[in-house]
């Protein structure tokens, strides 16, 4: 077999491969706009917060990244993580679809007072559609801070917990944070397998036919 083929067979497969998953990016999020409005206490037993955001494809979201008053974002810092359905009226549904501990896995300055913390797991497949998700501190503070955006201070995408109870929509300005994920496949698509064994095959054949 010559080199040539064996480097095509090899093309072929890592671009099946490649073509199923996509690099990772935002995928959502709620920029700032605005100055600083203020950090908001933000503690998994007690005062937390749900911000709603919507995926325009399935998507395999991989982190959340928030953006949080300094002194409270450390690498390490124990969090919890909740991610809830929409009830199809703009509200989140009444119990999470996912809730799970975790910690903040790197934290980079947005200002002197502001850090983005950023919490990374592994990929949770998520239809298109619209959900809430929050992340607080686990039984311990985690500040989360909101942007003077120019809207009304009621956001109605925006609901302020206690515990895992909705007490009621939160007039603070917008909560910063984006969706970290890749919305091009959650899984590498039939056809991108199809194509993958394909070319396993026709590897496996060439090294036969050298011997």
Known sequence: MTFGKKTSLLALLAASLIGGVAQAGVVASSEPLGSMYGAWSNNSSGQNFLVQFTLA????VTGFDIFTYNFFANVGTGVQVKIRADNGSGAPAGSN?????????????????????SVN???LTLAAGTYWMGVSGLNSELSWVSFDNGGSA??????????????????????????????????PEPTSWALAAVALAGLAVSRRRAR
């Open 154 to 187: 009621a956001k109605t995408t925006q609901r302020q917990l206690n515990g895992n109870s909705v007490t009621y929509t939160p007039g603070i300005q917008s909560l910063g944070f984006r969706i970290q994920g890749d919305a091009a496949n959650a899984v």
């Open 121 to 123: 797991f592994n990929a």
């Open 97 to 117: 679809l996912y809730q799970f501990n975790d910690t903040v896995d790197s934290e980079v300055a947005y200002d002197p007072m502001v850090d983005i913390s």
């Open 57 to 60: 494809s399935d998507t395999a």
